[in-house]
């Protein structure tokens, strides 16, 4: 019989490409990992990885498993929810991400309508980079998250995860009437390896640009502040721009940040996810977009 919690592990292998990635993800050591995959291997009776010096990459035959695996955890999670449904009223932890503008200007009002809808969950939120969700729910740190994708920054596929749209939300150009016109000025950007540095980039070099960056900050307060103090020049979206400080002027561009409700697939089902959703769209309801 095969271990489904060496499954998880050996599909975040075929994800992440290395041992040490995979215990990090987990909160293992990189000898518990090695030594469950070895294990998995004695269960399936054929070898299914391939070690060269410290390198590791799956045979054939650790690949179709893989394939397989994702349908088993599937199923679980299915089972999971199904029975969570049978007993009743959703109750206890449902573990929550969200990104700053989304916990900030979207989640108390879910919250609220959560503890009004089900008083007996025990919603607990956790701010956390889109980028970084996809990891967090697949290793169970996560139940349901709020995550967002951007014009010119395709959403990178999970097999693990199935995703519902919430709503959408044009992107504004701080101090210009056009991007073009911003191709001399200094800009505030997010971080490299986030989606809002990587949309910038692109939304300028489709411009015909690269964009002269001076300041990387992720807090869209902070990059309205620095905006306001003559810092350069940044897109926003508009849930970051309701209440912008003065003299920041805003141009509505025909770009837009959409923002979705992701969770490990088979897992909608669960009351607490449905319930922990139907809190965003009552919530998203009350926002001026």
Do not use: N
């Not at 410290?54 to 893989?66: D, E």
């Not at 970084?132 to 959403?155: C, I, K, Q």
């Amino acid at each position: 019989m095969l271990d489904p919690r060496k499954l998880r592990l050996l599909r975040e292998l075929a994800r992440r490409g290395t041992i040490a990635a995979v215990a990090e993800a987990v909160m293992f050591t990189p000898s518990a990992v090695s030594q469950q995959l070895s294990a998995l291997e004695r269960e399936a009776g054929v070898p299914l990885l391939r070690r060269t010096g410290r390198a590791v990459t799956l045979t054939p035959a650790g690949r179709l498993l893989v394939e397989h695996a994702q349908a088993v955890l599937e199923e679980l999670e299915r089972a999971s929810a199904a029975l969570a449904a049978v007993r009743g009223e959703p109750s206890g932890p449902v573990r929550i991400g969200a990104f700053p503008t989304a916990a900030r200007a979207l989640m108390p009002a879910a919250l609220a309508e959560l503890a009004r809808a089900c008083p007996a969950l025990e919603p607990m939120v956790s701010e956390i980079d889109p980028a970084d969700v996809s990891g967090a729910l697949r290793a169970g740190e996560l139940d349901v998250a709020l995550v967002h994708e951007y014009d010119f920054v395709p959403p990178e596929a999970d097999p693990a995860l199935a995703t519902e749209p919430l709503f959408a939300e044009s992107m504004y150009l701080t101090g210009r009437m056009a991007l073009a016109e911003a191709r001399d000025d200094p800009w505030i950007t997010g971080k490299p390896g986030t989606l809002c540095h990587a949309m910038t980039i692109r939304a300028c070099q489709a411009a015909g640009f690269e964009p002269r960056v001076r300041h990387q900050v992720d807090d869209f307060d902070t990059v309205l502040a620095f905006a306001a103090a003559g810092q350069g020049v940044a897109l926003v979206p508009r849930l970051a721009a309701l209440a912008p400080p003065p003299g920041v002027t805003l141009t509505e561009l025909p770009l837009s940040r959409r923002t979705l409700a992701a969770f490990r697939r088979g897992y909608g089902g669960h009351p607490a996810t449905g319930a922990a959703v139907a809190a965003f769209r009552a919530a998203i309801g009350r926002l001026p977009l």
